[in-house]
């Protein structure tokens, strides 16, 4: 029988209610937002709290940070003003000259930083086609590779990597595995449990969910000395999250649960219904049965595969980019995991260099009505075509 006194909270529960936060002083339910730049110290001389200076720390920032943490089951979560700064700060930290496996397809800012860092020579990158377990092995270099980078599922063809497996891959090999799940935020996938050292998710997407704000989480079950130097080189660079961010992300998070099972319901029914449509080549979601990462995605994520999707168009790449510019709901702009639906030729956003296919359309799903996105969908396809 269920001891229901000593049941958890549920995830959704303790989103919802920000930790159930209350203020001390007025009863607030909604936390305050701590612009304060600096500190003023106690009459003996001591900071007051552990607060000195915004650029290390202040409790608005740490209170979204203990929303993360929760959700993600870490031990400590670190957010940054962006993804690409959380990104950058885990680069950073590694040692002159380490070996870093990353995946040959990926969010592409990430891997510009990482050809930079190759290219001044801090950092030797070996890439692995995405969600190939074998190649990984294959190019891993036991007691040199310093850090495996694994994004599942990945941008922009949603390729599902076997988390637990790569962290087997990486820890018999003495690297670590770092996991953006961006596309599947920690209520899909929590990435620590599935053995990852580092969760890392770009809070812009998902996390935040109303296109307002960039960050990004870093997460980890271990502080040590690798978190350390993490966190040392957020402080150096001055790239924490700010509190005014901070404060709209934790007013963001408290809907995660249902924005994604929105998102998921809807990009569910739009990959079903242009499946096998006779103006596409394919339609790449997790969701669906046909896709080869499906069983794994099942289970990284519990059923909640997210609101991302691609579709591949038939023509010329000038169709695919006639498809986005045809949409009247769908907004032609890059990002995700906002409330409203976006679709993207991804091909121009990513820019040259990049392997993807030119008829490639990302779209994020947002949380409209399924069958009005299907029909703004569909006139843009005969548009396009027409
Ligand atoms: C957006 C994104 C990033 C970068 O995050 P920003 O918040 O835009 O700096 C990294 N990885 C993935 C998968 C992303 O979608």
């Given at each position: 029988m269920t001891d229901r006194k000593n049941r958890p909270l549920s995830p959704a529960t303790r989103l919802a209610q920000a930790l159930h936060h209350?203020?001390?002083?007025?009863?607030?339910v909604v936390p305050p937002i701590q612009l304060s730049a600096t500190y003023a110290r106690g009459a003996d001389y001591a900071p007051r709290q552990p607060y000195i200076y915004r650029r290390d720390s202040n409790e608005t920032t740490e209170h979204a940070e203990a929303i993360i943490a929760d959700l993600e089951g870490a031990a400590a979560t670190l957010l940054f003003a962006s993804g690409m700064s959380a990104a950058g700060a885990v680069l950073e930290s590694l040692a002159p000259g380490a070996h870093v496996l990353a995946p040959g397809v990926m969010y592409h800012g990430v891997l510009q930083q990482m050809h930079k860092h190759q290219t001044t020579g801090r950092l030797a990158i070996t890439q692995y086609p995405a969600g190939d377990l074998d190649a990984m092995q294959a190019a891993i270099r036991p007691g040199q590779t310093a850090l495996v980078w694994v994004e599942t599922?990945?941008?922009?063809?949603?390729t599902v990597t076997d988390i637990a497996a790569a962290a087997r891959i990486a820890h018999d090999a003495g690297a670590r595995l770092i996991a953006d799940c961006t596309a599947t935020p920690p209520c899909c996938t929590r990435a620590l449990d599935l053995g990852a050292d580092i969760s890392f998710h770009s809070a812009t997407k998902y996390l935040n969910g109303h296109s307002d704000v960039t960050a990004g989480a870093l997460s980890v079950c271990e502080t040590g000395a690798i978190w350390d130097a993490i966190a040392d080189v957020r402080k150096l660079q001055g790239t924490i999250l700010h509190s005014f961010d901070a404060w709209l992300l934790i007013r963001g998070m408290r809907t995660l649960m249902l924005r994604v099972e929105r998102q998921t319901e809807n990009a569910l029914a739009i990959a079903q219904h242009f499946e096998g449509h006779p103006l596409l080549q394919s339609v790449l979601y997790p969701g669906l049965p046909s896709h080869p990462g499906h069983g794994v995605a099942l289970r990284q994520t519990g059923g909640m595969f997210g609101g991302m999707l691609s579709i591949i168009t038939k023509g010329g790449e000038q169709t695919a980019i006639d498809t986005a510019r045809a949409c009247r709901l769908f907004y032609p702009a890059t990002s995700l995991g906002g409330v409203e639906s976006l679709i993207e030729h991804r091909k121009t956003v990513s820019g040259p260099g990049f392997d993807v296919h030119p008829n490639l359309l990302r779209l994020s799903i947002g949380i409209e009505d399924a069958q009005d996105l299907i029909d703004d969908l569909e006139q843009a396809l005969t548009h396009a075509v027409g």
């Open positions: 209350v203020e001390e002083r007025t009863g607030a599922p990945n941008n922009p063809d949603w």
